[in-house]
């Protein structure tokens, strides 16, 4: 039951952790500076792909298994530098998980209807529309890098808590 948690926990915390890594340090980044040249791709990547639901389903489940390993293993987690490790990687994991779900995903949410609304308009969008727009856009580039740093932190936990 151990291994099938860990293989899960490890799967899904991979998956999650480079999907927020390369987002974060990488494709806002690009986006920001091609600027107008980004909105197609970052449109289709926003609305036309299932990032965010798998991003979402992948940091639930890695945060669940590692929960219930915890669990079933409490009596077993290493003393000294190696507990704190973990327990450091655990905490940063979870408040990973709670600002992606409180944070990022109604933020990417808001976007996705804000921009529904901005194409329906069927020319250049009105001016509050843009304004929106950019203080959505803004918000998610200083949510990604922060959920970026705790997965960073988590999975330096986990892997010296090993």
């Given at each position: 039951m151990i291994s099938l948690l860990r293989l899960v926990h490890i799967g899904a915390g991979v998956l999650w952790a480079g999907g927020a890594f390369v987002v974060a340090w990488f494709l806002l980044p690009a986006a920001r500076a091609a600027g107008d040249g980004a909105r197609p791709l970052m449109s289709s990547f926003i609305n036309k792909t299932k990032f965010l639901e798998t991003m979402l389903w992948a940091s639930t489940v890695n945060v669940l298994a590692g929960v219930a390993m915890w669990v079933l293993l409490i009596g077993a987690v290493p003393s000294g530098w190696r507990g704190l490790a973990l327990s450091?990687?655990?905490?940063?994991?979870?408040?990973?998980?709670?600002?992606?779900?409180?944070?990022?995903?109604?933020?990417v949410r808001a976007i996705r209807r804000l921009g529904s609304e901005m194409a329906a308009v069927g020319g250049p969008p009105p001016a509050d529309q843009i304004v929106r727009m950019a203080a959505l856009q803004t918000k998610m580039a200083s949510i990604a890098p922060q959920l970026a740093w705790?997965?960073?932190?988590?999975?330096?936990?986990?892997?010296?808590?090993?």
């Open positions: 450091a990687g655990a905490l940063a994991g979870i408040l990973a998980l709670g600002l992606a779900h409180g944070r990022q995903a109604p933020t705790l997965l960073a932190i988590a999975v330096a936990g986990m892997a010296l808590g090993n």
